[in-house]
């Protein structure tokens, strides 16, 4: 995709809305939340290390890695919060080396788990996927043990596709893909 091409799509990157989350692009002011989310023990364990370990690596990780995304590719991970604001996790598409096409990502903070929201701000990004970019397929790669994410995935409609070791990882991954 060209340049110019993505940096449109970013401008276009419009929150989208369901009926309980708003889906955002992130900002400099989410560097508490992204603090907060990356340190967890669960993010550590399941998505790893992002070099995140205080307000300023929070904040160079949103302007660094979010919105380099954005720009560069027309998507990224985005904030997803509830209707009041509050930040509860993130969700979008990532472009990984070593995958022929975007995947789905997506972490939540605890306190938000087992209440539907990954499934839900999932669907919204794969409805944005098929409708703003065109896309007809997306993949997305689990730990091979994180049987909450896998059930997110196949409650989203995505299939086993086999394994995959993405660099650094020098252990495998299922990897998943989704069809419009």
């Known amino acids: ?16 809305n369901t009926n309980r989350l708003d889906i955002r692009t992130f900002r400099p002011d989410d560097a508490a939340f992204i603090l907060s989310l990356l340190r967890q023990p669960s993010f550590l364990q399941y998505i790893g290390e992002r070099g995140v370990s205080d307000l300023a690596s929070a904040a160079d990780y949103i302007e660094q890695r979010l919105h380099v995304s954005y720009q560069q590719h027309g998507f990224g991970l985005l904030a997803v919060c509830d209707r009041q604001g509050q930040c509860m996790g993130m969700c979008g598409l990532v472009r990984r080396e070593g995958l022929p096409e975007p995947d789905l990502g997506y972490a939540f903070l605890p306190q938000f788990w087992h209440q539907g929201y990954a499934v839900e701000a999932g669907q919204a990004v794969l409805d944005d996927a098929c409708q703003r970019l065109g896309l007809q397929s997306v993949l997305a790669v689990t730990a091979l043990d ?34 419009a």
Do not use: C, D, H, Y
Request: charged share 15%; net charge positive.
């Open 146 to 179: 994180n049987q909450a994410s896998i059930a997110v995935l196949q409650r989203l409609g995505f299939v086993a596709a086999g394994e995959v070791t993405l660099a650094p990882a020098t252990s495998p991954s299922r990897l998943f893909r989704w069809r």
């Open 1 to 16: 995709m060209s340049t110019t091409k993505a940096r449109q799509q970013w401008q276009s990157i419009a929150p989208i």
